[in-house]
């Protein structure tokens, strides 16, 4: 089972976790053309190998170990990581407008500072 990126993610998006990652299963990579337009970063569901070297990586502890263990709230964002596939212009069109959908859903959430949000999951 994947793990899973989440919004703390969003407006942070600094690539620690692909760093770490020995499978180089997370994108966009900085050094992808797809970067600048990504909103946040993705798990590839199928690539990743479940290591968890990820999660002590990430600063604002966006990254849940399965999909189960996500929260409620964010389950919209398991699929967002699902679907989305580097360089392939349609998922990661579908990526991003469920990441946007995610964004106007949930504005109380969204305005909690990115280093507090995965706290605010378990209450928003
Ligand atoms: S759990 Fe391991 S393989 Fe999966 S995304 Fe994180 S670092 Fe990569
Ligand atoms: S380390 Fe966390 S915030 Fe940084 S890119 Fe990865 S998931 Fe996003």
């Known amino acids: 089972m994947p793990f899973i990126i ?45 290591c968890g070297a990820c999660v002590p990586a990430c600063p604002v502890a966006a990254i849940y170990e399965s ?8 389950q919209d964002l398991v699929e967002a990581n699902g679907v989305y596939r580097n360089g392939d212009a349609e998922t990661m069109a579908k990526a991003e407008e469920i990441v946007r959908a995610h964004i106007a859903a949930q504005p109380a959430l969204m ?13 928003h």
């Open 6 to 50: 989440t919004d703390p993610c969003i407006e942070t998006k600094d690539t620690a976790c692909v760093d770490v990652c020995p499978v180089d299963c997370i994108h966009p990579r900085k050094d992808e053309a797809e970067f600048a337009q990504a909103t946040m970063l993705y798990i590839h569901p199928e690539e990743c190998i479940d």
């Open 111 to 123: 305005a909690v500072p990115a280093p507090e949000r995965q706290a605010a999951h378990a209450t």
């Open 67 to 74: 999909i189960d263990a996500t929260p409620a709230n964010q």
